[in-house]
């Protein structure tokens, strides 16, 4: 039997005490409805219905097309929302309905597969996924009588006795349409929360004698993410697999607890990741790149073999075999070509430091270019913005530029030309030229010695006077 997939994410997620709708709240840099989504799809439905309704346009927005919406207006609860998916799908009857709830990140297409293996031929009944948990506290328990499903009961309306059983409910069914829509009908608000409990049909198919099976996976995947707390729980739990599958490709991870890559990165084989990396959005390691300790990289590119630590990047390129860091910030629009430098205490914005070029120390460079095999010296700013524009800044290929020299821009400095430190660089310099711009030194022999004479000599005086 084909089926259909019914995804539940319309709910306030009042527990998480946030504005952000629960669904779109972040796994390894992903809203959880996009891992659920993954689950879900791998397990080829004819159609994927997302029932949406706090938040609505948010989740919409953030999940884009690929699946169907619809709409639950009221929160009457997960029965509810289930008959809304139902009703908006209208032809759903004679298909299998896989209902997954759009909070639980780390299920896996693997397992929701089993849910549709099993169910296959069936012409009644339902299957669910269950697991083991050592503290099933908030989860639904799955009521049996000797092995056979008899029920799920939630756990604000279980007893005492009830809540001592370990085995949870995941959230997952796959139930028969044609016996769906009549079950969801005849739910009854009789509960704690006096709502539709989608769990309560169980205990209808139960309770006609059909059969129920409780397939029990491993408890890693079935997490129900209510708080922030399990939300970090489920980072970190998602962290461990990304990690994990990384080091299995030849990624030298030095401490997986702490290291923090998004799902959307790419690290290749042979790369070294130290401790305190945090690489989020499309940033991409290359091979042989050591990365670390304290690296943050968002949409950035680290070339292969360069060498970046404590240092923060955000839509910057680095290329094969840079140095950058420590204590570097590279900012949107830079690009570092091979084997260039940006050392410490330099930030680099929307500027491109070109093939070995050297940005070692203490500069501020901003909407530049620095010319082939140049070097900047220590204490270099680019005075880009005149409180108006930002104007730009050219430095010819193997130009020497002076310690502490201020380029204000619009300026360029021509090939091979050098400034002489302290120079305040007002004016283009032609290629192969000096340019310095402070007044001549003086020198004035023995002029330490005096001053040191007429101090001591008015001491003198003015305790002679006090006598
Ligand atoms: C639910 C199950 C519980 C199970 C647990 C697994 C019920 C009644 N309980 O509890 O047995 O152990 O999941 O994680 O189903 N939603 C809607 N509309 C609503 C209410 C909820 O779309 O009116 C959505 C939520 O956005 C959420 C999902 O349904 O994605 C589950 O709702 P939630 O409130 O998290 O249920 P739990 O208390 O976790
Ligand atoms: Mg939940």
């Known amino acids: 039997m084909s089926h259909v997939a019914v995804v539940l994410a319309a709910g306030h997620g009042t527990r998480m005490k946030s504005d952000l709708p629960k669904v779109l709240h972040r796994v390894a840099g992903r ?19 997302v029932v949406v309704g706090h938040g609505a346009e948010a989740v919409v927005e953030s999940i884009g097309d690929g699946v ?3 709409i639950q207006h009221e ?64 989860y639904g328990r799955v009521v049996r009588s000797g092995g056979t ?94 990690v994990g599958a990384l080091m299995a490709e030849g990624v030298t991870i030095v401490d997986p607890a702490r290291t923090y890559i998004d799902a959307t990165v790419t690290v290749e084989r042979g790369a070294t990741l130290y401790p305190g990396c945090h690489l989020e959005g499309s940033t991409i390691v290359s091979e042989g790149a050591v990365v670390g300790p304290d690296v943050f990289a968002v949409d950035s590119v680290i070339g ?26 590279l900012r949107p629009g830079t690009i570092l070509e091979s084997g260039s430098k940006a050392g410490s205490f330099v930030e680099l914005k929307n500027t491109v430091v070109e093939e070995n070029a050297k940005v070692p120390h203490l500069s501020y460079l901003g909407d530049a270019r620095v010319g082939r095999g140049a070097n900047v010296g220590a204490g270099t ?11 730009r800044t050219d430095i010819g290929e193997g130009a020497f530029i002076g310690s502490d020299t201020m380029l204000v821009a619009p300026v360029s400095i021509g090939d091979g030309a050098v400034t002489g430190a302290g120079s305040v660089i007002t004016e283009d310099v032609p290629a192969g030229a000096l340019a310095i711009e402070r007044s001549d030194q003086t020198i004035i022999a023995g002029y330490a010695s005096r001053k040191a004479e007429r101090y001591r000599s008015q001491r003198d005086e003015d305790a002679d006077k006090e006598r």
């Not at 006609?208 to 409780?214: F, I, T």
């Not at 910057?316 to 140095?323: I, K, L, N, S």
């Not at 700013?381 to 104007?391: A, L, M, Q, S, V």
């Open 75 to 138: 929160r009457r609860g997960t029965g509810h929302a289930t008959q809304v998916a139902l009703e908006h799908l209208g032809d759903g009857t004679g298909k299998g309905v896989l209902v997954v709830p759009g909070d639980t990140p780390l299920i896996t297409g693997d397992a929701l597969q089993q849910l549709v293996d099993r169910h296959a031929h069936w012409e009644s009944g339902v299957v669910m996924l269950s697991a083991e948990l050592a503290d099933p506290s908030g």
């Open 68 to 70: 169907e919406y619809c």
């Open 31 to 49: 809203p959880m409805l996009s891992w659920v989504l993954d689950a879900v799809e791998a397990t080829k439905p004819d159609a994927t219905i």
């Open 381 to 391: 700013i680019t005075c880009n913005y005149d409180g108006f524009e930002k104007n």
């Open 149 to 242: 499903v008899l029920g799920i009961v939630e756990d604000r309306d279980a007893n005492i006795d009830q809540r001592s059983i370990r085995e949870i409910n995941a959230g997952m069914y796959l139930f028969c349409g044609d016996e769906l829509a009549g079950d969801l009908a005849s739910l009854e608000p009789d509960n704690a929360q006096g709502e539709l409990y989608v769990t309560d049909v169980v205990g209808l198919v139960a309770g006609r004698g059909e059969r129920v099976d409780a397939i029990v996976v491993d408890e890693s995947v079935v997490a129900g993410i209510n708080t922030l707390a399990q939300l970090a729980d489920a980072n970190r739990a998602a962290r461990e697999r990304m």
């Open 304 to 329: 292969p073999g360069a060498r970046v630590w404590y240092s923060v990047l955000r839509g910057a390129q680095v290329g094969g075999g840079c140095d950058v860091g420590p204590y570097t910030t």
